[in-house]
Each structure stands twice: as structure tokens, then as C-alpha cells.
């Protein structure tokens, strides 16, 4: 289960991001509501003109999501509600699913999509790594992702070796302390639910 985690506090200014937080979680969360709602209506422009109508429902509601829950289970109950109206009125014409068809295919989009998250400590080194700074970003892109050495590092940014050495250092210990810090917040909304 995907937990898109924010803090939301009761002052004001949170009160005022939540709807922005929630457009982006909308944004982030676009591809994957429209693949579940053409999965089950199997029409292309029928899925779109839905996904229209889920998004204006989504943002319509965005005060009633819960920052730190699934976003995508809460958005695709808000399609199913959506699509089932469509069935209704496809029915009439003779082409329908059941409500129990519509739920196993929910059901199995609900299974993919629990399969293809990542676990939750990649997801929290993710965060973590967009509260670095550029410059550690990139030296910690170009050791462990391009897998250059440390020489090579410091060649391509300017910099002594040691100047290196020193700032990676610095860059997994942050990383490891915002990870652990994540997974124990994350831990304790678990504990919560």
C-alpha cells in the first residue's frame, strides 16, 4: 500500500496546501487512475471524459483525503463510483459489466499495483535524496549510480579527493538518518491505524 506521506498540521498554511498537495498527489498519480479506469471500461475516450470527471470529484473532495493515507486506493473508489455510473448507462443500450465484475477487476488492479510499489525504504531513500543539496545529489549520482570512483568524482566537480570523500560521508549519513526517521514515522502511523 502506497502511503503518500505529508504532515498536516491544523495551522492555516497547512489548512491551505492541503488542496495543492493533493492536486500533486492527482498529477503524480494521473498515468496509473487512467489505466485503471480504461482497464474497466475498455473505451479510450469514455476512460479520458471519466478521468475528467474523477478529477473534479477528486479536487471537488480533496479536503476529505487524509495526507499520509493511499491516495491511489482513495482515488480509484471515487473512479469505480464513476465508471459504475457509466455501466448504468451502457446498460441501456445492452453492453454492461456487473458490480461483481467491476469489483474483480478493481480487485486486480489493486493486486498489480500493490506488487509494483517499492519497498518502503527505497521509498524513503527517494524522498530523502530531494532534501539533499544539487551538488550531493550529483556526487552521490555520479559514486553509486555512474559507479565512478572517488577520483574520478572529484575530477568531474573540481574538487580534492578528500573534499569528497568527506562530503559523501556526510551525504549517507543525512541519508541514513532521514531514512530511519522515515520509517519510524511511518511505523507509527501504521502502529496508529
Not at 491551505?16 to 474497466?40: C, D, G, T, W, Y
Not at 491511489?72 to 455510473?85: F, H, L, V
Not at 518502503?120 to 555520479?142: D, F, M, Q, Y
Request: charged share 25%; with cysteine.
Amino acid at each position: 500500500m502506497t502511503n503518500d506521506s505529508a504532515v498536516c498540521g491544523n495551522d492555516e498554511s497547512s489548512a491551505q496546501e492541503h488542496p495543492e498537495h493533493v492536486a500533486r498527489l492527482l498529477i503524480k498519480h494521473r498515468s496509473s487512475l487512467l489505466a485503471f479506469i480504461f482497464a474497466v471500461m475498455r473505451d479510450f475516450d469514455a476512460a479520458e471524459d471519466t478521468l475528467q470527471d474523477v478529477s473534479v470529484a477528486i479536487w471537488e473532495n480533496a479536503d476529505t483525503f487524509e495526507l499520509g493515507s493511499n491516495f491511489g486506493a482513495w482515488a480509484r473508489s471515487i473512479a469505480r463510483r464513476r465508471i459504475a455510473a457509466y455501466w448504468r448507462t451502457r446498460s441501456r443500450s445492452g453492453q454492461t459489466l456487473s458490480d461483481e465484475q467491476i469489483d474483480q477487476l478493481v480487485d486486480g488492479f489493486e493486486q498489480l499495483q500493490s506488487a509494483n510499489e517499492p519497498e518502503p525504504r527505497k521509498r524513503a531513500l527517494v524522498e530523502c535524496l530531494g532534501h539533499l543539496s544539487p551538488l550531493l545529489t550529483r556526487l552521490i549520482h555520479l559514486r553509486y549510480s555512474k559507479q565512478l570512483s572517488l577520483a574520478d568524482v572529484a575530477e568531474s566537480v573540481g574538487q580534492p579527493t578528500e573534499t569528497i570523500r568527506k562530503a559523501l560521508y556526510r551525504g549517507r549519513t543525512a541519508l541514513r538518518e532521514c531514512i530511519e526517521r522515515k520509517l519510524a514515522l511511518n511505523a507509527e502511523a501504521g502502529s496508529v491505524s
